[in-house]
């Protein structure tokens, strides 16, 4: 018998129900009102015997099922149907559905969708376990053996897509799938995929699939593999760096950046890559990262190419061998307090760059390099602190390298012995003691300076020998008082001393007719003592507008007056005798690494007047009324009189400004100007430049910078749009590779820099210009084109130019760099799959420099 309402058969469905309940636990949270449960009962249903004994196949977690339509309970075969927006919740599974069965009987569930009323099957089954979500057109799920099969399912898996018309899933999770593809396209028909009969899913492992076919807008091509291997792992995981191939007119065929990476463990990580030419040229590069959250994070970089151009049977071979290292290293200031450790090393052979098989490294424009590694100590609740670093430079140009190893410096900070003194005299007299203070500072270094072709192994002995070292140390004392209410007077004491371990004798020989300097081993000082003291205030200017949009211009001004005094030094002063029989003064310390105390008398007085002008403007767009705009950031004069100088006691006068035009143009500006006179060789003279030609000053030197940038869109939204079509894995693979990464949320930019410096220290003058500039702008949402150059005045010529295009094409990316002349003329075209999971699948289309036939 059927029983539509739930009322007039109450009871006998209550009692058949829980029956059922104790095989099968329900929460029936339905979304539905009472009179819409449908209830079917079999009319010789027993109500006095029923089994409530919970079975052994029994599921122990609740069933929660709801639907938004209607539903129909079964009892006669023990089923429950739900329809309309139906929802089964099983521990940490969820399926929903427009109609889903339940078979309280075999603890099962079998769900689907609905036609609507154009016959359109709606509804789609969406089932979700823990984070993993499967779509699928029909399924079906056993909840106490945790299998079910799946028909037309789509799953995501890491940074990929899974599709398959038939899929089994077991107890642990895996998936076997059949007549499926993997893709890393997001859209329901993807722009590629890699279709397989056979596919396996083992979550947070690994996909593997069989014998696959690459389809590009659902149409097979050629291309295929035999299986395929996806790790599907989050995180790291070690693999095969996949290399690109193409061929060379220079070098041959290649196979260029295949390697392994290495995921070591979750602090540190390598890629070995390498190439090799048919031509017998070949490198190898290793690139490693480390981080330690709150503590220290790196990146070590070193490269090797062993580069051969031509045949050795011919006259034109020739073969180099370069090598760079860089290395960079930053410690958490707050891993641990009051020490600190860094580095910062970029060193490498003299044609590294000039040869290097990347067309497109632009480090090759760079003639120096630098490299630090330091550790400092400052020794928390302590006045002192230690430094221990190594420096080094060289010049890719003339080949001069410089080395400082070790370098150690240790200072003591300033200390107040009297400033816990008492009340004695005035207050003027207590600021003088109590100001008072003595530091102290100290640095020693041992140092090389060569050439880039004597450095090797071979020849350490004799670079041993080109090592010069010294200590150096200086005590200051100093004190601050004010002096007539509005004056700062700042006087300080200081005693400077070197220690050498290596000094130099002359002497004239006159067999040969030149100076022999001969180089000795003995330890010699030499000290220096100076007394400096500064006076200075500060004059505020203002000037106020009753009418116009300006309201007020503030200006700053601070004067400053120094004295210098330094006596004369004779510590270290030797001399020969000429050819000429005059004696010649030197100093032994000459040539030394921290060269020769100045040993002349001087007594200078200074004279600097620095300038900020401000300007307050009435605008409608600010909370207050009001903006600031800043005129002059700085505007400073200086100069100083030597007074025991017997002539040409001034010296020139320095000129230097900064400021800003709006927010985005930066100018700055720096000259000398000189207020004496020349002779007709060009030297300089005790007369006046006012008198020789009526002017001030001229003007021996200047420079002026001007730069801007432009960037469009709004910061704030830019980032948004990064973070909205990007997910986690992507920006954390961005912010590993921001190489990699092409920013289409910024619309346009554009940065120039002008420079001009002009140089005239006698009667012929030099004038030298430069314009760099680059930039880029986005003709649409995917197409991009950035631009690098410059301009040379001299050759009226475009400098190093590069081009690059870049199209965004959903999952893929086209690039093309391209430099379009000069030495360094070449191009590249890459198309590839953003995912860094398939990063390997790629096309490369190249032509480098040394290929280009001039």
């Not at 609740?62 to 209607?70: F, H, I, L, P, T």
């Not at 995929?193 to 596919?199: D, V, Y």
């Not at 430069?770 to 950035?786: A, E, P």
């Amino acid at each position: 018998m059927l029983i539509t309402t739930v009322f007039s058969q109450e009871l006998i469905a209550q009692e058949k129900f829980d029956s059922l309940h104790a095989n099968f636990p329900i929460d029936t949270n339905q979304l539905i009102d009472s009179s819409k449960i449908i209830i079917n009962t079999n009319s010789d249903s027993s109500l006095t015997k029923i089994d409530t004994t919970l079975s052994k196949d029994a599921i122990t977690t609740k069933v929660k099922y709801q639907a938004k339509d209607s539903m129909r309970f079964d009892m006669a075969v023990e089923k429950v149907y739900l329809f309309g927006k139906a929802q089964v919740n099983y521990g940490n599974i969820q399926l929903t559905a427009d109609y889903i069965e339940v078979d309280l009987s075999k603890n099962t569930v079998l769900a689907n969708g609905l036609p609507d009323s154009t016959g359109e099957i709606k509804g789609l089954p969406v089932f979700k376990e823990g984070a993993q979500e499967y779509q699928a057109g029909k399924m079906t799920y056993n909840f106490k053996t945790k299998k079910g099969k799946i028909s037309e399912v789509k799953t995501q898996e890491g940074d990929g897509y899974i599709k398959g018309n038939e899929v089994k899933k077991t107890a642990e999770d895996i998936m076997y799938i059949r007549n499926g593809y993997y893709t890393t396209c997001s859209l329901d028909d993807p722009h590629f995929s890699l279709a397989t009969s056979k596919l396996k899913v083992i979550p947070n492992d690994k996909i593997i699939t069989g014998p696959t076919v690459l389809k590009i807008e659902g149409v097979p091509t050629p291309l295929g593999l035999p299986f395929g291997f996806f790790p599907n792992k989050k995180g790291r995981a070690s693999g095969i760096v996949i290399p690109t191939y193409g061929d060379s007119r220079s070098l041959g065929f290649f196979l260029r950046d295949g390697g392994f990476y290495w995921g070591i463990n979750d602090y540190i990580d390598a890629t070995i890559t390498a190439d090799i030419y048919s031509l017998g040229s070949w490198g190898t590069k290793i690139n490693s990262r480390y981080k330690n959250k709150y503590h220290f994070d790196g990146n070590i970089n070193y490269s090797y190419a062993n580069i051969r151009n031509g045949y050795k049977e011919f006259p034109d071979f020739n073969e180099s061998k370069e090598m760079f290292l860089r290395w960079t290293h930053n410690q958490d200031p707050k891993a641990r307090p009051g020490s600190r450790f860094s580095a910062n090393v970029n060193v490498g052979t003299r044609n590294n760059f000039t040869n290097n098989l990347n067309s497109f490294s632009q480090d090759y424009l760079t003639n120096t390099f630098q490299s630090s590694v330091s550790y400092t100590n400052s020794f928390p609740s302590k006045p002192f602190n230690l430094t221990v670093s190594a420096r080094h430079d060289q010049n890719t140009q003339t080949g001069a390298f410089n080395v400082n190893l070790p370098e150690v410096a240790f200072n003591v900070s300033r200390q107040y012995p009297f400033k816990q003194f008492g009340k004695i005299g005035n207050e003027w007299w207590r600021s003088i003691y109590k100001n008072f203070g003595l530091s102290y500072s100290s640095s020693a270094t041992n140092q090389l300076r060569t050439i880039d072709t004597l450095i090797s192994f071979n020849n350490f002995d004799n670079l041993k020998q080109d090592f010069s070292n010294g200590f150096r140390h200086s005590i200051p004392l100093s004190t601050s008082f004010k002096l007539l209410k509005f004056f700062n007077l700042n006087p300080s004491l200081s005693t400077n001393q070197i220690v050498s371990f290596r000094t130099i004798r002359k002497e004239y020989d006159p067999s040969k007719n030149q100076v022999i300097r001969d180089t000795i081993s003995e330890i010699k000082t030499g000290e220096t003592y100076s007394f400096n003291t500064t006076m200075s205030t500060k004059i505020y200017g203002m000037f106020q507008f009753k009418r116009g949009k300006v309201q007020a211009i503030r200006h700053v001004v601070t004067p400053q007056i120094t004295y210098n005094y330094q006596p004369e030094i004779k510590s270290g002063i030797k001399s020969y005798t000429n050819a000429q029989g005059k004696e010649i003064e030197y100093s032994i310390f000459e040539g030394g690494v921290y060269g020769s105390p100045n040993r002349e008398k001087s007594e200078r007085i200074g004279f600097n007047l620095l300038n900020n002008i401000e300007m307050k403007v009435r605008s409608d767009k600010d909370s207050t009324g009001t903006k600031k705009i800043t005129l002059f950031d700085n505007l400073g004069f200086s100069s100083n009189y030597n007074t025991v100088a017997d002539s040409l006691n001034w010296s020139p006068v320095s000129i230097n400004g900064r400021t800003r035009i709006g927010n985005f143009i930066t100018f700055q500006f720096n000259g000398i100007m000189d207020p004496y006179g020349l002779d007709t060789s060009g030297r300089k003279i005790n007369t006046s430049w006012n008198e020789q030609s009526g002017k001030l000053a001229r003007l021996t030197s200047g420079n002026v910078s001007l730069n801007f940038s432009l960037k469009g869109g709004n910061p704030k939204k830019n980032k948004e749009k990064r973070s909205k079509y990007a997910t986690d894995d992507e920006m954390e693979y961005i912010n590993s590779h921001p190489e990699q990464f092409i920013d289409f949320s910024i619309p346009w930019s554009l940065n120039v820099g002008y420079n001009i410096r002009y140089n005239k220290p006698a009667f012929e003058d030099d004038v030298t210009q430069t314009m760099n500039f680059s930039g880029d702008v986005s003709l649409t949402k995917n197409w991009k084109i950035g631009f690098n150059s410059g301009w040379d005045f001299e050759r009226k010529d475009l400098t190093y130019t590069s081009v690059n295009i870049n199209r965004d094409l959903h999952c893929w990316q086209m690039a093309i760099n391209w430099v379009p002349y000069g030495p360094r003329q070449s191009y590249m075209i890459t198309i590839n799959v953003k995912s860094p999971v398939l990063q390997d699948l790629k096309l490369n289309r190249r032509r480098d420099f040394y290929d280009v036939i001039r």
